[in-house]
C-alpha cells in the first residue's frame, strides 16, 4: 500500500500509477484533485462520502450511512490506532472537566466563545480549551489551553464531557466514552450527528443551548453514564481495521 499526502506533480502520479493499483482510495474536498484522479488509471476508486463531488463518482463508498454503500454505517468509522482497544469507560460522580474542541478549524471563534462562557457558568469545574492551527487571536481567560495536541485519545478520557463538532472528533469522543454535547461545524456532518443522536449516543446543541445543556448533564451521573455506554457501542473504534480487511479482500476477488 502506498499513501501519499495529495499533490498535483508528477511525481506523486507516477508513485500513484506505476504499477496501476488495484484500489485507489481518495479523501479529498478539492474538486481539482478529483479531476486529477478520475483521469489517472485504476481498477476501482474508493471514496469517502462526506467528500464526494457528485453520486456516482467512485465506484466504492465509505460512509456514515448504510443506505446502499458497500462500507456504510458506524462500524466502518475511520479511527486512530490508539483509539482500537478503548475499555468501558469509568464516569466519575463529581465531574471535575469538560473539553471544548471544534477540531482543526476556529468556526468563527465558536470554541472560545463556548468555553468562556462555560468558564464563567462552571467556575468549580476546569474547562479545557484545544487550539488547532487554524484558530486565530488570543484564547479566553480562566480556561485550560491544549495547543494542537497530536491525539485527543488522553484529553478525552480525562474529560467528563466534550463540547465538539460533529466530525472526526465527535467519532473519538464515542469511542473514548466521553458524553459529547456536539454543533454542526459543516452541513456534511450532518448525517453522522443524526445518526449517533438516532442511537442517543450524543446530545446534538445548538451554540446557546450549550451552557444550560451540559450543567444539566453534569448533574446527572446516570444520563452520563447512558450516555457513555451508548456511544462505546455504536463506535468501537476498529472502523479502520474492517475497511482494510474488506479492500484486501475486494482487491484479490
Known sequence: MHWAPWQPEAALVAAVTEPVPDLLVLDTYDRIAWQQVAELPHRLLVAFEDALPHPGAAGMVIGPQQDGRELGGLRFACLRQPFWEVGPRAIRDSPERVLVTTGGGDLGGLAGR???????????????????????????????????????????????????????????????????????????????????????AVLPVGEDEVPETLENLLCSTSQRRELSCRAQEAVDGRGALRIASELVALARR
Open 114 to 200: 463556548i468555553a468562556t462562557h462555560l468558564g464563567e457558568r462552571l467556575p468549580r469545574v476546569q474547562i479545557e480549551l484545544v487550539r488547532g492551527p487554524g484558530f486565530a487571536g488570543e484564547p479566553p481567560r480562566n480556561v485550560t489551553v491544549l495547543e494542537q495536541p497530536p491525539s485527543l485519545l488522553e484529553p478525552l478520557l480525562g474529560a467528563d464531557a466534550v463540547v465538539c463538532a460533529g466530525g472526526q472528533t465527535m467519532l473519538e469522543a464515542a469511542a473514548a466514552g466521553t458524553p459529547a454535547l456536539v454543533l454542526e461545524g459543516a452541513p456534511n456532518q450532518r448525517p453522522q450527528i443524526a445518526i449517533l443522536a438516532s442511537r442517543e
